[in-house]
């Protein structure tokens, strides 16, 4: 079974734990990737004590997946994604908080 590294309320490192989630099913154009390494950063760590960037609204999800770097192989593809197959090595930066690279 799938693990995330979460943080279940603002705080400190004591509000993470390693939970069993869902295994994903990818969308339209999306992929399923097996991770093999992940890093949680400052921004990580900035978002588990409630950081909010200026004008940034809404309320954050509990619990709430910690890492924004990810690299590992492809195990599955949605529909409409021809670039990319299974079992191709990848990395990404996930930015979920609106930067840009």
Known sequence: MPKADVFTRYGGPETEALIDVDRP????????????????NPVDWKLRTGYRRPGE???????S?????VAGVVEETGEA???????QAR???V??????I
Do not use: Y
């Not at 997946?65 to 770097?69: A, D, P, Q, S, T």
């Not at 930015?95 to 840009?100: L, N, P, Q, S, V």
């Open 95 to 100: 930015i979920e908080i609106g930067a840009a």
């Open 65 to 69: 997946v910690l890492g924004n770097e």
């Open 81 to 87: 994604l021809r670039e990319i197959e299974d079992g």
């Open 57 to 63: 609204t809404g309320e954050r999800v509990f619990p």
């Open 25 to 40: 099913r990818p969308g339209p154009g999306q992929v399923l990737v097996a991770v093999r390494a992940a890093g949680v």
């Open 91 to 93: 990395g990404k930066v």
